[in-house]
Structures are given as structure tokens and as C-alpha cells.
């Protein structure tokens, strides 16, 4: 099996972590034990808050992200990372530790919807003032041009999304 750097990237609230923890769980069931799943908030949090959201701080997260990525890589450690990466800068930074690893999953889904999911209340936060440089709110979120898979989350279930990406994995050689 090869090894894979899987980059889930879309708004807040489209689905990209409920995505990535099913995508986890169906790959270790099929046995493969070699990854790590790292989530953009949990990562943040275990930083401790040192990085701020204004697109500089974001940037320096991003690149602490990316050394941990190129080691586990290095390793031969599979990733799925599950992060908004609202700027091409941020995701070619990612492709760039990752060589041809690089997987892109642009997980799609309207701002409307995501408003009305925010299960994190970060919309609800940025609307009273709370909370600043939200991607696809209060600040820029570039969707993406070029991505290896596009999972609309409007449309699709967690399972089938998850069916588009084992397929994927599957007919690349990625997974047996």
C-alpha cells in the first residue's frame, strides 16, 4: 500500500471532520494502521492558542502542520487532515511537505448551509462581533480551482462521501 496525504478542505461546518473520522475508521477497519488523522481546531488547541486567525498567524499554524505532515510522511504514516485552508497559499504550502503524496478533497457546501449547521458556533460568534478573520464570513475563503475529488456535503451522505474517497484511494493504489 501506498502511503497518502489526504487534505479535507472546505468552509466551517461542511463536513469535513465528520468526514475524515468515518474515512479513519473505515480505513483502520480494513486494517490499515499506519495513520494519523489530524484535526485543523484539535491541533490548534494542543498549540495552546500561540497562533492567532489573521491570514499571517494562519500561515505560521499551517506551517507547523506542515512540519508534523513531513514527518509522519517521512515515516511512511498516512495522513488525513481535516482543515478549512481557506487560502491557495495554505493548501500549496501542504502539497508542497506532501510531494506526490497530495490528495485534495474539496468538501463543498453553501455558506447558507453552513450557517445553519455551525455546530461550532463560530458563525454565531462572528455575526456579534466575537470573532474575527472567519473564513467564508467575516474573511476570504478561495475555493479551490483544482482538487483530486469534490465531495458536496448538500448532496451526498458521510457514507457515500466516504465510498467516493475509499474508491479513489482503491483505483489509485493507495489501498488493497
Keep these: 500500500m501506498k502511503i497518502f496525504m489526504m487534505y479535507l478542505i472546505g468552509m466551517s461546518g461542511s463536513g469535513k471532520t465528520t468526514i475524515a473520522r468515518e474515512l479513519e475508521k473505515r480505513l483502520r477497519n480494513r486494517g490499515v494502521q499506519s495513520l494519523q488523522y489530524i484535526d485543523g481546531d484539535e491541533i490548534r488547541q494542543e498549540l495552546g492558542g500561540m497562533f492567532g486567525y489573521t491570514p499571517e498567524e494562519r500561515m505560521k499554524n499551517n506551517k507547523v502542520v506542515c512540519v508534523v505532515i513531513k514527518y509522519l510522511l517521512k515515516n511512511n504514516i498516512s495522513v488525513i487532515l481535516s482543515q478549512v485552508g481557506a ?48 473564513n467564508g464570513s467575516t474573511d476570504l475563503f478561495d475555493e479551490p480551482e483544482k482538487y483530486d475529488i469534490i465531495i458536496d456535503t448538500q448532496v451526498l451522505t458521510v457514507e457515500q462521501s466516504v465510498d467516493i474517497i475509499m474508491n479513489y484511494l482503491e483505483n489509485n493504489g493507495y489501498v488493497i
Design 87 to 134: 487560502r491557495q497559499a495554505m493548501r500549496d504550502q501542504v502539497k508542497e511537505h506532501a510531494d506526490d503524496k497530495y490528495i485534495e478533497v474539496y468538501v463543498k457546501c453553501s455558506r447558507e448551509e453552513c450557517i445553519k449547521r455551525d455546530v461550532k458556533g463560530y458563525y454565531k460568534k462572528a455575526e456579534k462581533g466575537e470573532m474575527d478573520n472567519l
